[in-house]
DNA sequence: GTACCTGCAAAACCTTTGCAGCATC
DNA sequence: GATGCTGCAAAGGTTTTGCAGGTAC
């Protein structure tokens, strides 16, 4: 029944975080715990780019690429998600094992406000798994609309 | 408060979105009808490719940047709409007036599950839009999980 | 010193647009 | 006959990979 966990981590920081690649024999290095660092700070899903910009460590730009490889390492390990918000590229965020965040997008600004209630999905989630048959079910959430200021 | 439907059509029929495409000066040809009953036929959202080889007409496969072309048309229309499934295309369907779709996607196979069940959400967007003073709100869920196959 | 990481560069994809000829109304 | 539609081709973006040199352990 139960396989890969959604998060591996018992508490969202960068002490687990990098404990948790430690622990797979990958290293940390500045550019790393810098890209860490604009994850666990971000107030929403962030683009590879976004990243980027974000992350200059001690003057230097980490290559696009260089981002795109930690991302893809946080997501393998289930550390960070992919979403898309209806837009032309990816996004990302950590996955905070005490926490699981919809997000409300305005579709004129494009402005994302992270919903931090009681998600009103959790709950069916395992009547959904019993009823189709599957397993190791979650889910994605994404609310659009006008926000207050584009109204 | 108000503002455009999310679907302007009363029923969803081949005949329906033809009208509607009429009412706008727009044209129907041979193409446009296959890719129609394609999307008709549709058990899931299918992506520009998978449209366009299902949509073979008289032998002539059509162009992708015209499948691409009256997707993005109906989307505009709000005929059909665009989903992503985490994937690294996009997938397209019709917005049945008459009916809401969330999406049970197998994270191993792929395959798209489409729930016709009464929407866990749909209540609550009223109210989300109230508590953060959104107007218009809609929604995309997508459920993943392992379907039963690939347990 | 070994293995892993990074930057640079290019490839691979998917999406989007321009244009001339063709088909619908 | 006018206007919209299509196919072909190319451009634009984002994502992904190869490789040689650099860095963490």
């Known amino acids: 029944m139960a396989s890969e966990p959604r998060s591996p981590l018992s508490e969202l920081s960068l002490g687990a975080i990098v404990a948790l690649l430690r622990s797979r024999g990958l290293r940390l290095t500045k550019g790393r715990q810098k890209i860490l ?3 666990l700070g971000a107030d929403g899903p962030l683009s590879l780019e976004q990243i980027q910009r974000k992350s200059i460590c001690q003057g230097v730009t980490p290559d696009y690429a260089t981002v795109f490889r ?12 992919r ?4 837009r032309s590229c ?3 965020e950590l996955l905070d094992p005490q926490q699981h965040y919809d ?3 305005c ?6 406000t992270l919903m931090i209630d009681s998600c009103p999905v959790e709950k069916v ?4 798994g019993r009823r189709y048959g599957f397993s190791d079910v979650h889910h994605s959430l994404e609310f659009f609309g ?6």
């Open 37 to 39: 660092e604009t994850l």
């Open 70 to 81: 930690i991302m893809a390492l946080l997501e393998e390990l289930h550390v960070a998600q």
């Open 83 to 86: 979403v898309h918000l209806n």
């Open 90 to 92: 990816s996004y990302f």
């Open 103 to 105: 997000h409300l997008i």
């Open 107 to 112: 579709t004129e600004c494009g402005r994302v």
């Open 125 to 128: 989630e395992q009547a959904i």
């Open 146 to 151: 006008k926000c207050p200021e584009c109204r």
